[in-house]
């Protein structure tokens, strides 16, 4: 069996695709941009209140909404996938003795084949923060709320959306199949009316859905996306997010040099400088994994002081090979701090 769990995953020439470099280039990029707008509390409420069924979301309080610190990690991702978990407090009036707060786990893959293993993925790790609740004496277990977001070059079936299709159609059994079925967003489904939100969600959703190979004209595409942004771009935050979208649909459009060169006019238009800067795909992810960093630092109860935890993820991209430049500019420290590591 492989990494990801099937045969499933492997692609119609009988390889799999993640064994490619490239493609886990390709799945850091696209795990960058959507952790870039996770990162910030407006954008992951405006997530949550857009893809949660209503029934669920009117008795959640969202100004509690923080990363979930402390749970236990999901061990099964694959290279294509990335996973950001997160708590909400619910409503006063909603609030029980047992349990005061629901978990809400978003799964994001990219995957150019289809994978009916990844409902069984988001299942066992449902599984596995209830069995780390009963081993803390199991009184208060949590709600959690299972979001998956596909970014594939093809729509995945009803039937991949709930976890009785990695079982065969006996139906005789069903009375012994858990009946599990994710919060399923489909990007190949969603028409761009159909995302609501915030503009960062907005923005990033649209981004990352024309961003196939297949789609043409993508540079049109992306100025349809970032037409009516000329105000909010002059803010000097939503500038630097506009222009890791900038990146992220240069990037994706490797190859071709005729959609490169319309996207990176696109960017000047806007003020982002493709090809000014010397950003290579390293540099452009250093601070998403940074960022990882801290999360799993934070998560091992390590709250030390800013600037221990800035040399500490200093000497992590030094060792990595992060040019000093990019080092010093994520970590804010002087040259000297990082001659000295």
Request: charged residues 30%; proline residues 2%.
């Amino acid at each position: 069996m492989s990494k990801n769990g099937s045969d499933d995953n492997k692609n119609k020439t009988g390889t799999n695709d993640n064994t490619s470099t490239n493609d886990n280039k390709v799945n850091k990029i696209h795990n960058y941009l959507f952790g870039w707008m996770m990162s910030e509390p407006d954008n992951v409420v405006s997530v949550m209140k857009n893809v949660i069924p209503k029934e669920v979301s009117q008795k959640l309080d969202f100004s509690t909404v923080k990363r979930a610190n402390g749970v236990i990690s999901n061990e099964n991702l694959t290279e294509s996938q990335v996973d950001a978990l997160f708590e909400v407090e619910y409503k006063s009036g909603d609030v029980t003795k047992e349990v005061e707060k629901a978990l809400v786990d978003f799964l994001v893959e990219h995957k150019s084949y289809l994978d009916k293993n990844s409902v069984l993925q988001t299942f066992i790790y449902f599984a596995m923060i209830l069995a780390e609740q009963l081993k803390k004496g199991g009184k208060k277990f949590t709600r959690i709320i299972p979001v998956v977001f596909h970014h594939g070059d093809k729509p995945v079936p009803e039937k991949y959306k709930h976890l009785s299709c990695i079982f065969d159609g006996n139906s005789c059994f069903d009375a012994f199949t858990p009946k599990f079925s994710p919060v399923y967003i489909d990007l190949n489904e969603m028409q761009r009316e159909d995302i609501k939100g915030n503009d960062k969600y907005k923005i990033t959703m649209l981004t990352m859905k024309y961003s196939h190979k297949h789609v043409k004209d993508y540079h049109k595409d992306m100025d349809i996306i970032l037409n009516n942004l000329s105000v909010s771009v002059q803010d000097a935050h939503f500038k630097k997010y506009i222009g890791v979208v900038i990146f992220y649909a240069y990037y994706v459009r490797k190859g071709n040099v005729e959609e490169q060169n319309r996207i990176v006019e696109l960017g000047h238009r806007l003020g982002c400088d493709v090809r000014g800067k010397t950003m290579s795909l390293m540099e452009l992810i250093a601070d998403y994994e940074v960022e990882q960093m801290q999360q799993e630092s934070y998560a091992k109860g390590e709250k030390k002081g800013k600037k221990e935890n800035a040399l500490k993820m200093a000497g992590k991209m030094k060792d990595r090979g992060y040019p000093k430049d990019v080092i010093l500019e994520l970590t804010e420290l002087t040259e000297e701090d990082i001659d000295q590591l």
